[in-house]
């Protein structure tokens, strides 16, 4: 069984940009949660996707936004680019429902110059 | 708000040695509690899931255990390898809240050969 993949792997860009990153789901699993890591605050939840619908979100600015297609295959945009941002953005998978063992991805390192 | 610690930030074992890595959360209303490791540069991998009707659980040299009235874990880590070197982070899926998963900011493992 496939694990849950994250496109592209690396990503550098400058302030003000914008950036949107994938994550593919392991097969069956109707759930994606999205994390930022960072060394100064860890890991931070960003939001969770079930079904196509947002089921909960954190504690960051409205830049960052996601959305999930019906393939539960996720994205996440984040606009307006600043040097904080830079960061391991970390997706995770799970069935979504009763016992929800979190299987993650190898993340996303975005550098933002 | 859940703030789950963990001590110690760091540890370092010599090969063959047992060790515990400790994880405490503070509002004691969780669903499960999570054990990963991860690795440098990549993605968290899982290693152990207590719900929270349960008080441990088991994988090979693994073994973790959930104390949910005092709001505490434990990893046992049975005759360390160096290939047990890693950050292990614990993380708890809380009943109320927003988050998905509440992570401590880990303990870095270094066994030495």
């Known amino acids: 069984k496939a694990g849950v993949t994250q496109t592209p792997r690396y990503l550098i860009k400058t302030r003000g940009q914008q950036v949107t990153l994938s994550c593919s789901p392991i097969s069956g699993h109707r759930s994606v949660s999205w994390y930022q890591q960072t060394p100064g605050q860890g890991l931070q939840f960003l939001f969770e996707?079930?079904?196509?619908?947002?089921?909960n979100k954190g504690n960051f600015p409205g830049r960052f936004s996601g959305r999930q297609f019906s393939n539960s295959r996720s994205e996440m945009n984040v606009s307006t680019l600043e040097l904080g941002d830079s960061a391991l953005y970390l997706c995770a998978s799970s069935i979504g429902q009763g016992v929800n063992e979190q299987f993650f991805g190898p993340g996303t390192r975005l550098t933002v110059l | 708000k859940q703030e789950v610690t963990q001590i110690p930030a760091a540890l370092s074992v010599p090969e063959g040695e047992n060790l515990v890595l400790n994880c405490s959360f503070t509002d004691s209303a969780i669903y499960n509690l999570q054990w990963f490791r991860q690795d440098p540069g990549k993605g968290l991998t899982s290693l152990l899931l207590i719900q929270s009707s349960q008080r441990e659980q088991t994988s090979g040299r693994l073994n973790a255990s959930l104390d949910k009235s005092s709001g505490r874990s434990t990893l046992y880590i049975a005759a360390s390898q160096p290939g047990d070197s890693a950050t292990y982070l614990c993380a708890v899926e809380g009943q109320g809240g927003s988050e998905k998963l509440v992570f401590g900011k880990g303990t870095k493992l270094t066994v030495n050969p």
């Open positions: 996707y079930f079904s196509e619908t947002q089921r």
